[in-house]
């Protein structure tokens, strides 16, 4: 099976020790049987373990799928490339499947935002390039850096933050490590810089755009 090794990782189980059961499986015996009939041809696999197996075996088979129909659509709709696939065939999920979908057929990219707003490309290299303490005035500091008045500071960032979320998920690689990252460190907390003062309804979290992507600390994995 060619998503054996997948499965293994899941299992946390040798390959070798999976191949044989999964072949059973495959050939239509259920759990419950083999546990029951073959226990001595499953290597001390019990049937709590079997169904386990069963279920990511269902899992591996719709996320092959899905990959395949997603890759077709992409090819149809000239927008697919070789790095495209490569990453998409490099995907443990169908969240990160869809996530890499988002960024190749968003049609507005980080330089579009740009030539509307240039100041985000000032500001978002100045908070990339930001060490040290967080400034004492953040208002001020996004005025220097951005090039506008202070009482526009609130908008300038709240784009600018848009901007480096476009720039991110367009490189559908680094994409695909930020959820890898993510994932594996179970819980992630990144500040770039401080969010605007509590206040009315325009200093409160921005909303998203429908076509964008949110960054998850969850993922679909087999039940």
């Not at 069963?54 to 000239?78: C, G, I």
């Not at 495209?84 to 065939?89: G, N, P």
């Not at 049609?107 to 908070?127: C, H, S, W």
């Amino acid at each position: 099976m060619k998503a054996l090794p997948a499965i293994a990782r899941y299992m946390r189980l040798p390959e070798e020790q999976l191949r044989y059961p999964i072949e059973l499986i495959q050939q239509g015996y259920e759990p419950n049987y083999l546990a029951m009939y073959r226990p001595d041809e499953l290597g001390g696999i019990d049937v709590e373990t079997l169904a386990r197996l069963k279920r990511a075996m269902a899992y591996e088979t719709a996320l092959a799928s899905h990959k395949e129909k997603v890759l077709a659509t992409l090819q149809r709709d000239n927008q697919g490339s070789e790095s495209a696939q490569q990453v998409i065939e490099e995907c443990t999920s169908v969240s990160q499947v869809d996530a890499i979908v988002w960024s190749l057929r968003n049609k507005k990219n980080a330089k579009a935002l740009a030539d509307e707003f240039p100041y985000v490309e000032r500001l978002g290299q100045a908070i990339l390039m930001c060490q040290g303490e967080t400034p004492s005035d953040m208002q001020a500091w996004i005025s220097e850096h951005a090039g506008v008045p202070v009482e526009e500071a609130d908008t300038v960032l709240q784009n600018t933050k848009r901007w480096l979320q476009l720039l991110m998920s367009e490189d559908p690689k680094l994409m695909l490590q930020l959820q890898r990252s993510i994932l594996k460190s179970a819980v992630v907390s990144l500040s770039i810089m401080p969010e605007p003062a509590k206040g009315d309804d325009a200093d409160a979290e921005p909303t998203r755009d429908a076509s964008a992507p949110a960054v998850v600390a969850s993922e679909m994995v087999p039940p």
